[in-house]
């Protein structure tokens, strides 16, 4: 969905608010229910990062292979929430659809060309820091398959807790 702002669609869009539920409680669910008409993007260009066990019953969780991407819609855990060293969906039994470690290094790729001042919102705060140690912890105690959990982590980050 492709959505040109202006300071009236905004006023729009605060009004209804009030008005229309989102059907799945996110703001794309909202979006959904005032924008009725709207039509789906090319998977090109809105990839969605959901991944759907393959005949063998494995998850894929490789992102475009051989493929040309526009843009990654990060479903789960945004990557700037997780360590910069896994993609921290790996944790959650109920996210494991949401892995993939390549979609996670290509956010952090990009996220180092970032201007440095932008970085800065990206930022882990102590409550971040304390989830993914939450969840590592579960992980660990479950020894979830994929073992990502035993990662030792090198995010400098979590020596920059911002809050």
Not at 138 to 150: F, V, Y
Request: charged share 30%; with cysteine; net charge positive.
């Amino acid at each position: 969905m492709v959505i040109e702002p202006s300071n009236c669609l905004f006023k729009v869009l605060s009004e209804k608010t009030f008005e229309l539920k989102s059907y799945n409680g996110g703001d794309q669910g909202f979006l959904n229910e005032v924008f009725t008409w709207w039509h789906r993007l090319p998977r090109s260009i809105n990839y969605l990062k959901i991944f759907r066990r393959s005949s063998n019953g494995d998850f894929l969780h490789e992102v475009g292979r051989g493929q040309k991407i526009g843009a990654i819609h990060y479903l789960g855990l945004k990557p700037w929430l997780c360590y910069r060293d896994y993609d921290c969906n790996w944790d959650m039994p109920d996210h494991l659809i949401y892995a993939s470690d390549s979609a996670h290094r290509r956010w952090w790729e990009v996220y180092d060309y970032m201007p440095k001042n932008l970085q800065s919102y990206c930022g882990l705060t102590k409550k971040m820091d304390r989830r993914i140690k939450k969840w590592r912890g579960i992980a660990n105690k479950i020894d979830l398959p994929s073992g990502h959990w035993k990662i030792q982590p090198k995010d400098l980050r979590r020596h920059r807790l911002v809050d």
